[in-house]
T-cell receptor, first 115, second 115 residues
Framework: GGIITQTPKFLIGQEGQKLTLKCQQN?????MYWYRQDSGKGLRLIYY???????QKGDLSEGYDASREKKSSFSLTVTSAQKNEMAVFLC??????????????FGAGTRLSVL | AQKVTQTQTSISVVEKTTVTMDCVYETRDSSYFLFWYKQTASGEIVFLIRQDSYKKENATVGHYSLNFQKPKSSIGLIITATQIEDSAVYFC????????????FGSGTKLTVEP
């Protein structure tokens, strides 16, 4: 088995601040994802990456940057935190084999609060 | 437009009964894959069950089964003999063959199982 580790678990930022969230996986999966979950809502895709140094924008990419320098890690940067923003950012991974049946494995999430 | 829609925000049932959660999806692809995920109170998200669009037989895993109605673009999740620990938020999701790296999620249905 493997695990996805997200750091930090809790992140408190100031308005306008640049904030970075990190994700590590030891599944050796090709594809990694960042999703945002707002309270009581579904998951919205921010960025994904199908291999090292690849980046693909999701529906919610505006206001975010991402980086995939190694196969095992995928980081997300909030370029300018918005006041009173509260959300959970979820990292996930899956094997890229061209087979759409592969499921996602999720990390525990990073809870962001902006003062 | 939403690709995956879950209209039931919350459902409450008595344990040991059967519950059905609804999900409708929208796609132009002839081949696609449908998933259900469970998010527990701790925030952990786990994969439950999958249905491939080309399969006529409904998927079943343990006490989870699916009601796949392709002409209605509907994929319901059925949980039989519910247990207290089934209380969670359930997400429906879809992958399309035309963009198989992306998983679209619904907004979730919160299930409460009471004694």
């Amino acid at each position: 088995g493997g695990i996805i580790t997200q750091t930090p678990k809790f992140l408190i930022g100031q308005e306008g601040q640049k904030l970075t969230l990190k994700c590590q996986q030891n599944f050796n999966h090709d594809t990694m994802y960042w999703y945002r979950q707002d309270s009581g809502k579904g998951l919205r895709l921010i960025y994904y990456s199908i291999t090292e140094n690849d980046l693909q924008k999701g529906d919610l990419s505006e206001g975010y940057d991402a980086s995939r320098e190694k196969k095992s890690s995928f980081s997300l940067t909030v370029t300018s935190a918005q006041k009173n923003e509260m959300a959970v950012f979820l990292c996930a991974s899956s094997i890229w084999t061209g087979n759409s049946q592969n499921t996602l494995y999720f990390g525990a999430g990073t809870r962001l609060s902006v003062l | 437009a939403q690709k995956v829609t879950q209209t039931q925000t919350s459902i409450s049932v008595v344990e040991k009964t059967t519950v059905t959660m609804d999900c409708v999806y929208e796609t132009r692809d002839s081949s696609y894959f449908l998933f259900w995920y469970k998010q527990t109170a701790s925030g952990e998200i786990v994969f439950l069950i999958r249905q491939d669009s080309y399969k006529k037989e409904n998927a079943t895993v343990g006490h989870y089964s699916l009601n796949f109605q392709k002409p209605k673009s509907s994929i319901g999740l059925i949980i039989t003999a519910t247990q207290i620990e089934d209380s969670a938020v359930y997400f429906c999701a879809m992958r399309e063959m035309s963009n198989y790296n992306v998983l679209y999620f619904g907004s979730g249905t919160k299930l409460t199982v009471e004694p």
